[in-house]
């Protein structure tokens, strides 16, 4: 029967062919596929012969009106002819998807699945988006294969050419939360593309909707959208990266490492930022929205946690880095763990048996070992207000060191000592400044002489003593101990801080916390 009635349409239309050739060569074999159909065979006598110079919009006009001219037509057989349409020439003119979903409408049928993935693939989005349209039809089926979720995901995903043409180059908290409810719906992952994944993953975590990652993991995305951005990550952010990649992968990528470390270690609890609060509330907004508008079944379950203990995943992390040894062969990473377990962590015990552990592995780099055991037991002497520690802790001094790391061992010393005699950090500023270099490291900016003097005005606003504080400043730009702008700045901003907590009352346990702060990151 197909094949009779494509004869018949063949002879029916043989001098109209030879004029379609003038059309470009995918326009006429999409009419050519077209009117084989035979869903057009009860108005087949009805369409026009001649087709020369017949653009699509027209084929569709000329078409209605053979549609008008057969009155026995049911509403189902108008229906194909109406789908048929859209589904071969949406591409050629869009328009034509417009009129005949508008003509289905009319006889109360429906746009086929079909039907929409080519209006879907085709909408230039001025009107409507892509997502809006598929809001709208959506509703009329029970289930829609892949590819037609699989069509709005890209459009969402990659913007619709209206979009494009206006500027439009990141995805706002709307396209994230839309192309996930999509990605939950496709049935087939293997279909969805890995440079989605990847553009979704970078789209979230530039928004701070870091509470819908656990839902993209699953699909293995690029470790090295979070490296690229590694020092903008969030604590929680970073926590994720930690436990769903791989622990190879993380080794691999050192400063993605040593960021994990220092969240985990540094941090009895890692927080939610108020960036990704705020994300999490519009997120959970939005899907109520498009339950509505859609089906309860569109769901995305957005966790609540406002903070994570980090005892178990630091704990892990440490042995995952001892079962391969890499604190033994990377100096940088086991200097880490030392400051966390003897500083942040306060465990002498594990902090000596890592630390002889260390000085065995890593022969020649005594100085900066020594510098932590010393940090260690200075820290927690000053802590506990014991200062017998301090005098213990004094042992571990190396006999040898370079410029940073004197000046770093002297600003330890005076710091630590302010809290049982400010005297004393005085005495030793004094016998050690006029040895210091006066050359500014590249990293930082400041010299040893800037970190030494900055940390005896420290000492001094702990006692309550801002005057001397200021004497200390004036005499050392006099005495050209400050090597520039930055060191004067600095020192400034820690006056200033002090004279607000003074207004406020609350001078002692500001200083507590910003020498406790130094030292720990010194």
């Known amino acids: 029967m197909i094949y009779r009635n494509v004869a018949v349409f063949q002879r029916a239309f043989s001098s109209g062919l030879k004029q379609l050739q003038r059309q470009s060569p995918a326009i006429t074999q999409a009419y050519i596929n077209l009117f084989a159909h035979p869903c057009f065979d009860p108005i087949r006598k009805q369409i026009p012969s001649a087709f020369e110079d017949m653009d699509p919009y027209t084929v569709s006009q000329k078409i209605g009106e053979s549609l008008k001219a057969v009155t026995t037509l049911s509403k189902e057989q108008s229906a194909l002819i109406h789908n048929k349409l859209i589904e071969d020439l949406s591409q050629y003119e869009y328009g034509i998807a417009s009129i005949h979903s508008r003509k289905l409408k009319d006889i109360d049928q429906s746009v086929t699945s079909a039907a929409l993935l080519a209006m879907l693939k085709n909408n230039p989005g001025r009107v409507s988006s892509s997502w809006e349209l598929f809001v709208e039809y959506m509703g009329i089926y029970n ?11 890209n459009k969402v995903v990659y913007f619709d050419p209206a979009d494009i043409k206006d500027g439009k180059k990141a995805h706002d908290l709307f396209d994230v939360v839309h192309a996930m409810l999509l990605l939950n719906k496709i049935q087939d992952s293997k279909l969805v593309a890995i440079d989605i994944i990847n553009k979704l993953v970078s789209s979230c975590l530039n928004l701070k909707a870091t509470f819908l990652l656990p839902y993209i993991f699953e699909y293995k995305p690029s470790i090295d959208l979070f490296i690229d951005r590694v020092d903008e990550l969030t604590p929680y952010q970073v926590y994720l990266a930690g436990k769903e990649f791989p622990f190879e992968d993380i080794m691999a990528h050192k400063e993605l490492l040593y960021k994990l470390i220092d969240t985990l270690g540094k941090n009895d609890k890692i927080h939610i930022t108020e960036e990704e609060e705020s ?12 339950k509505r508008q859609l089906n309860p079944d569109w769901d995305l379950v957005v966790s609540s946690v406002k903070s994570i203990d980090t005892l178990e995943p630091f704990g892990e992390l440490l042995d995952q880095i001892a079962a391969v040894e890499l604190h033994k062969s990377d100096l940088p990473l086991a200097k880490q763990i030392l400051r966390i377990i003897g500083v ?8 000596m048996e890592l630390y002889h552990m260390c000085v065995s592995a890593h022969p020649g780099k005594e100085e900066e070992l020594f510098f932590e055991a010393f940090l260690s037991l200075t820290y927690q002497g000053y802590k506990s207000a014991n200062e017998t520690a301090l005098q213990f802790a004094e042992a571990y001094i190396p006999e040898t060191a370079s410029d940073l790391t004197k000046a770093k061992i002297l600003c330890v010393q005076i710091l630590a000592n302010a809290k049982f005699n400010v005297d004393e950090s005085l005495n030793i500023y004094n016998a050690n400044i006029q040895q210091l270099n006066k050359t500014r490291e590249e990293h ?8 030494v003097t900055e940390s005896l005005i420290l000492a001094y606003l702990a006692n309550r003593d801002l005057e ?15 090597s520039g702008a930055t060191a004067v700045k600095n020192i400034k901003t820690t006056l200033a801080m002090y004279g607000e907590a003074v207004e406020n009352g609350d001078v002692d346990a500001l200083m507590e916390d910003k020498i406790e702060s130094y030292l720990q990151n010194i």
């Open 468 to 482: 001397f504080a200021r004497v200390i400043f004036e005499g050392a730009a006099q005495g050209k101990l400050l």
């Open 143 to 153: 289930e829609l294969p892949d590819e037609v979720l699989l069509t709005v995901l």
């Open 279 to 290: 994300a999490s509330k519009n997120i959970n907004e939005q899907v109520t929205v498009i």
């Open 444 to 451: 930082t900016n400041l010299a040893p002489t800037d970190i």
């Open 344 to 351: 942040f962590k306060n465990d002498t015990k594990s902090f």
